[in-house]
């Protein structure tokens, strides 16, 4: 049997969450190995031998290791082409359907995340911590998500998914930081109000991975 491929971090993080979902989609076995980031295990210098910049997640295979979750997700996608969810990265025969699924999972790290990932943290995680929210940071940023969220409801309502007819890397990538924002924070209407994002929305958290995933982040 393969060698599980090993997860660096908390499940409760974004990016950690983001690779597990793909892991699960995928059907790859998986170690997930504790860091303990109140302690500063992030930042040792074992840790930094693999992810650099001193974050979570840190991923490895075999011998190679990697970080960035997106592109953990990509290099999983493409390793395991052939098991699992055969679609969530194109088929491999169409460069056009893998193009527009780079695209939306460009567009979630460039224009969705920025201001989710300020959202996520003034109103899920700085109460949590004990940190002063900054009112005007929640504003400005609310504002640019409103501005995403347009584009996204126009896009779904001419597909079912972001990059097409089929869920893709490209939607999965967007649930981590949107599973906060709509059951952690009080934005979560950004989302349901509008008919075709709420729908989508609706329809990719129930993926039994993401389910699984969420579970992991309950128990954690
Ligand atoms: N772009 C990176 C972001 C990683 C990241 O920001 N990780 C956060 C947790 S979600 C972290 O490690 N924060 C601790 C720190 O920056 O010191 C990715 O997608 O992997």
Redesign the pocket.
């Known amino acids: 049997m393969a060698t599980p491929v090993k997860v660096y ?1 908390p499940p409760v ?4 969450s ?1 690779v597990l979902a793909c892991l699960l989609e995928k059907e790859v076995p998986y170690q997930l190995i504790p860091v303990n ?1 109140s302690k500063g295990e ?2 040792m210098p074992e840790y930094l031998k693999i992810q650099p ?5 840190a991923f490895e295979d075999e011998d190679i290791s990697l ?4 592109s ?1 997700c990509r290099y999983i996608c493409e390793k395991y082409a052939k098991q699992g969810n055969k679609d969530l990265y194109g088929d491999g025969d169409n460069p056009l359907v893998k193009a527009s699924i780079d695209q939306w999972l460009e567009a979630e ?1 460039q224009s969705f995340s920025p201001p989710s ?1 300020v959202l996520v943290f003034q109103l899920a995680f700085a109460p949590r911590m004990k940190l002063k929210q900054d009112q005007g940071a929640i504003r400005q940023n609310e504002e640019k998500l409103k501005k995403v969220l347009d584009v996204y409801e126009q896009r779904l309502g001419e597909s079912q998914f972001l990059a097409g007819d089929k869920f893709t890397l490209a939607d999965l990538s967007h649930l981590p930081n949107a599973h906060y924002l709509v059951n952690a924070t009080d934005m979560g209407e950004l989302f349901t109000s509008r008919e075709n994002v709420g729908r989508w929305w609706s329809e990719i958290s129930s993926r039994d991975s993401w389910v699984k995933v969420v579970g992991m982040q309950e128990t954690a």
Request: no cysteine.
């Open positions: 971090g993080s974004t990016a950690v983001r980031m992030h930042k910049f001193g974050q979570v997640p970080f960035e979750s997106r953990i790290g990932s």
